[in-house]
């Protein structure tokens, strides 16, 4: 460019030195002039020649920071797309630009729109929850509820059984990539989100009964608004994933707490009687079983004791069957001592009664005063009969 | 002189940003933009760069082509069934046609507002008033109309925007709420409450109830174990006595000698502790001492 604006001109030692490139040096020009022209011609054209590099420099400058103001990094967390004169350059709903340093021309031949897809978006609902202040919450007190819930400043959702709860809940989400359409195509979409999370709670409060909603199903109650706001979400084609309800906080009128305390209250007890009487029914079967058992072993015992007894008495038959058929007085006599001498030895004491010759019969009258072993007591007199 | 070409390359550069300015104009992807002739739309432009005569022949005007939300005033609505019901909507609306946008609105988002208020405001009459409590709340599946209700006044609102052709699109809508009125919510509060004391009845009813039937079965179940156990001890034991009674069949032999062996053992086992004897002279073997006829063993 330098080459040509210089070509025209006659003198040829300033083109000389301007297409070497080096910088404005008078003194270097100087002596080449000085032959042909006169000083104040001279003087001119160098005043000429310099300011004219400045200006030249400085619309390079210019030119670079035009160049170089087309810079612009995207972050980890973000996409970007470029709008050039308002339509998205690629194609179709444009390229999409990952992280990293990209150029576009700068305003107003191009835009940059960053799309957030990284960031986990959060929105709170809004419609649930009795009416506060921030004074009151910043404080953590709250303002003592009135009789009735005002239309206008009390939020609450409505059962299926038509009571009345508050609810509030944090709404997580991401941006899903392209993410274009949440960007570009609502005026303000986290507030459509919003909206439509709202809704899904009231949707899912409409079809829940009270006590399922408070207590038995809140996971429940958490999954339906959350498939109804994902439906919402697909219908409305919000590109919006990841969602997920946080910080889910259902609760009855605060009019009514100690009406709802009682009912757990009472259901506490009920539980706590049920684990009792659960208790007693273990307790007792498993005591019937071991009785139960103790019987049967009892019952066992009984039957092998007979039949070992009797097979005993059965073996002692059959040995000394063939001795009492040999001599039938002999061996009863030789039983019968047998047995009087073991009966003798163990016996503690021995009283003889001696009869005289004469008599037929004589009684004998004991008085027996012996401690019994384990009841104490004297026993009364007893008359025994002796034969 | 010598700065001729440079200057014209300069000047031409300039010349041509200033033209492009002036005779272009670009609308956004997220817009949409109709040019005036003289005041009369003559044409509509979609995103990008376009052509324009210069004020004040052409006049372009853009809008935003978003989807903007709106949302309607809490109001009380009575149900086919006659309930005091209070609603709220949310409204997902668009700018379908710029030019009739243009003249029926002047351009202007709040006044468009302000009307599709009055279409909202249309739709709860027209549409919660056809429907009954149950159809917004319920816990009967069949019997809600929730999302259908929502349509039914989205297409009843798009169907006004039609007739009345204000360029507007509907592109959703939500209910936001649903209230009852201030006196009605006491009455509800005191409904809950007689509610909830019959629940705690209930419960503590139920607790009982459950805990003397576990008792009762526990105690059904522990004889019920017994009475088994007791009965096939029984068995048992009958079957041991069977054995038993077959072994005696050996005794038939010699009956008097099976009745002799059980008396020795019984008389054993009788005297075996602690006994006190008292015996007679006559008795063997004493009858030794007298050296007399003998006499049977007494006790």
Same mark, same amino acid.
């Given at each position: 460019?330098?080459?040509?604006?210089?070509?025209?001109?006659?003198?040829?030692?300033?083109?000389?030195?301007?297409?070497?490139?080096?910088?404005?040096?008078?003194? +270097?020009?100087?002596?080449?002039?000085?032959?042909?022209?006169?000083?104040?011609?001279?003087?001119?054209?160098?005043?000429?020649?310099?300011?004219?590099?400045?200006?030249?420099?400085?619309?390079?400058?210019?030119?670079?920071?035009?160049?170089?103001?087309?810079?612009?990094? $995207?972050?980890?967390?973000?996409?970007?797309? $470029?709008?050039?004169?308002?339509?998205?350059?690629? %194609? %179709?709903?444009?390229?999409?630009?990952?992280?990293?340093?990209?150029?576009?021309?700068? /305003?107003?031949?191009?835009?940059?729109?960053?799309?957030?897809?990284?960031?986990?978006?959060?929105?709170?609902?809004?419609?649930?929850?009795?009416?506060?202040? /921030?004074?009151?919450?910043?404080? %953590?007190?709250?303002? /003592?509820?009135?009789?009735?819930?005002?239309?206008?400043?009390?939020? @609450?959702?409505?059962?299926?059984?038509?009571?009345?709860?508050?609810?509030?809940?944090?709404?997580?989400?991401?941006?899903?990539?392209?993410?274009?359409? @949440?960007?570009?195509?609502?005026?303000?979409?986290? &507030?459509?989100?919003?909206?439509?999370? #709202?809704?899904?709670?009231?949707?899912?409060?409409?079809?829940?009964?009270?006590?399922?909603?408070?207590?038995?199903?809140?996971?429940?109650?958490?999954?339906? +608004?959350?498939?109804?706001?994902?439906?919402?979400?697909?219908?409305?084609?919000?590109?919006?994933?990841?969602?997920?309800?946080?910080?889910?906080?259902?609760?009855?009128?605060?009019?009514?707490?100690?009406?709802?305390?009682?009912?757990?209250?009472?259901?506490?007890?009920?539980?706590?009687?049920? #684990?009792?009487?659960?208790?007693?029914? &273990?307790?007792?079967?498993?005591?019937?079983?071991?009785?139960?058992?103790?019987?049967? #072993?009892?019952?066992?015992?009984?039957?092998?004791?007979?039949?070992?007894?009797?097979?005993?008495?059965?073996?002692?038959?059959?040995? &000394?069957?063939?001795? @009492?058929?040999?001599?039938?007085?002999?061996?009863?006599?030789?039983?019968? +001592?047998?047995?009087?001498?073991?009966?003798?030895?163990?016996?503690?004491?021995?009283?003889?009664?001696?009869?005289?010759?004469?008599?037929?019969?004589?009684?004998?009258?004991?008085?027996?005063?012996?401690?019994?072993?384990?009841?104490?007591?004297?026993?009364?007199?007893?008359?025994?009969?002796?034969? | 002189?010598?700065? =001729?070409?440079?200057?014209?390359?300069?000047?031409?550069?300039?010349?041509?940003?200033?033209? !492009?300015?002036?005779?272009?104009?670009?609308?956004?992807?997220?817009?949409?933009?109709?040019?005036?002739?003289?005041?009369?739309?003559?044409?509509?432009?979609?995103?990008?760069?376009?052509?324009? *005569?210069? *004020?004040?022949?052409?006049?372009?005007?853009?809008?935003?082509?978003?989807?903007?939300?709106?949302?309607?005033?809490?109001?009380?609505?009575?149900?086919?069934?006659? =309930? =005091?019901?209070?609603?709220?909507?949310?409204?997902? *609306?668009?700018?379908?046609?710029?030019?009739?946008?243009?003249?029926?609105? =002047?351009?202007?988002?709040?006044?468009?507002?302000?009307?599709?208020?009055?279409?909202?405001?249309?739709?709860?009459?027209?549409?919660?008033?056809?429907?009954?409590?149950?159809?917004?709340?319920?816990?009967?599946?069949?019997?809600?109309?929730?999302?259908?209700?929502?349509?039914?006044?989205?297409?009843?609102?798009?169907?006004?925007?039609?007739?009345?052709?204000?360029?507007?699109?509907?592109?959703?809508?939500?209910?936001?709420?649903?209230?009852?009125?201030?006196?009605?919510?006491?009455?509800?509060?005191?409904?809950?409450?007689?509610?909830?004391?019959?629940?705690?009845?209930?419960?503590?009813?139920?607790?009982?109830?459950?805990?003397?039937?576990?008792?009762?079965?526990?105690?059904?179940?522990?004889?019920?174990?017994?009475?088994?156990?007791?009965?096939?001890?029984?068995?048992?034991?009958?079957?041991?006595?069977?054995?038993?009674?077959?072994?005696?069949?050996?005794?038939?032999?010699?009956?008097?000698?099976?009745?002799?062996?059980?008396?020795?053992?019984?008389?054993?086992?009788?005297?075996?502790?602690?006994?006190?004897?008292?015996?007679?002279?006559?008795?063997?073997?004493?009858?030794? !001492?007298?050296?007399?006829?003998?006499?049977?063993?007494?006790?």
């Amino acid at each position: 460019m330098s080459d040509i604006s210089l070509q025209p001109p006659p003198a040829p030692p300033p083109r000389r030195d301007a297409a070497s490139g080096a910088p404005p040096r008078s003194p +270097a020009t100087a002596p080449a002039a000085e032959a042909v022209e006169d000083s104040g011609t001279q003087a001119l054209s160098e005043a000429l020649h310099s300011s004219f590099k400045i200006v030249k420099v400085i619309m390079l400058g210019l030119v670079v920071v035009f160049l170089f103001s087309g810079l612009f990094t $995207v972050g980890q967390q973000e996409r970007a797309i $470029v709008l050039r004169f308002g339509v998205p350059v690629g %194609g %179709g709903d444009g390229k999409l630009l990952g992280p990293g340093l990209h150029w576009a021309f700068p /305003p107003p031949v191009d835009e940059v729109v960053r799309i957030p897809v990284g960031q986990v978006q959060h929105v709170d609902s809004s419609i649930g929850w009795y009416a506060t202040t /921030p004074a009151a919450e910043a404080a %953590g007190t709250e303002l /003592p509820p009135a009789e009735s819930l005002h239309p206008v400043n009390d939020g @609450y959702l409505l059962t299926g059984d038509e009571n009345i709860i508050h609810a509030k809940a944090t709404l997580r989400y991401r941006i899903a990539e392209p993410g274009l359409r @949440y960007v570009l195509h609502f005026a303000n979409a986290s &507030n459509v989100v919003q909206n439509a999370f #709202n809704n899904a709670l009231l949707y899912a409060a409409a079809r829940y009964k009270v006590d399922e909603a408070l207590t038995r199903d809140q996971a429940g109650f958490r999954e339906t +608004a959350r498939l109804r706001l994902e439906q919402s979400a697909s219908e409305l084609d919000l590109g919006i994933t990841e969602i997920q309800i946080d910080n889910m906080q259902l609760i009855p009128p605060r009019q009514l707490k100690d009406a709802f305390a009682r009912v757990s209250e009472a259901e506490v007890v009920r539980s706590k009687e049920l #684990n009792e009487a659960r208790s007693y029914e &273990n307790q007792t079967i498993s005591k019937a079983r071991a009785e139960a058992e103790a019987r049967k #072993n009892a019952g066992e015992a009984e039957r092998t004791r007979l039949v070992e007894f009797v097979a005993a008495e059965v073996d002692r038959f059959t040995n &000394n069957l063939p001795a @009492y058929r040999s001599n039938r007085e002999l061996f009863v006599e030789q039983r019968r +001592a047998e047995t009087l001498q073991v009966v003798y030895a163990a016996a503690q004491e021995k009283i003889v009664l001696f009869k005289g010759p004469g008599t037929t019969n004589h009684s004998l009258w004991l008085q027996i005063n012996r401690d019994l072993p384990r009841l104490k007591e004297k026993e009364p007199d007893k008359p025994k009969d002796a034969h | 002189m010598k700065r =001729n070409p440079i200057t014209i390359a300069v000047g031409a550069l300039l010349l041509t940003i200033f033209f !492009l300015l002036l005779f272009l104009f670009q609308v956004r992807t997220t817009e949409l933009a109709v040019v005036a002739t003289f005041g009369r739309v003559t044409a509509h432009a979609g995103p990008g760069a376009h052509f324009r *005569w210069p *004020w004040p022949i052409q006049s372009v005007h853009k809008f935003d082509q978003r989807i903007h939300t709106f949302e309607g005033k809490l109001e009380q609505v009575l149900t086919s069934d006659a =309930n =005091n019901l209070l609603i709220m909507v949310y409204v997902g *609306w668009q700018i379908n046609d710029p030019a009739v946008f243009l003249t029926r609105f =002047n351009g202007s988002t709040n006044r468009a507002q302000d009307s599709l208020e009055g279409l909202i405001r249309n739709a709860y009459s027209g549409v919660v008033g056809k429907h009954p409590l149950t159809h917004f709340i319920s816990t009967d599946e069949k019997q809600l109309k929730f999302v259908e209700i929502e349509q039914e006044m989205q297409a009843r609102i798009q169907a006004d925007c039609r007739a009345l052709t204000n360029g507007l699109n509907i592109a959703f809508l939500g209910i936001k709420r649903l209230g009852l009125p201030e006196s009605v919510t006491k009455l509800v509060f005191e409904r809950m409450e007689s509610e909830r004391e019959v629940r705690v009845s209930e419960v503590k009813g139920d607790g009982e109830r459950q805990a003397s039937e576990i008792r009762s079965r526990a105690d059904f179940a522990s004889a019920k174990l017994l009475a088994e156990a007791e009965a096939e001890a029984t068995k048992t034991q009958g079957e041991g006595e069977k054995i038993a009674a077959k072994s005696f069949e050996v005794f038939r032999q010699e009956p008097e000698l099976a009745k002799l062996l059980l008396d020795l053992k019984a008389l054993e086992q009788l005297l075996q502790e602690r006994a006190t004897l008292i015996l007679h002279d006559d008795m063997a073997p004493l009858n030794i !001492l007298k050296s007399k006829e003998p006499a049977g063993p007494q006790k």
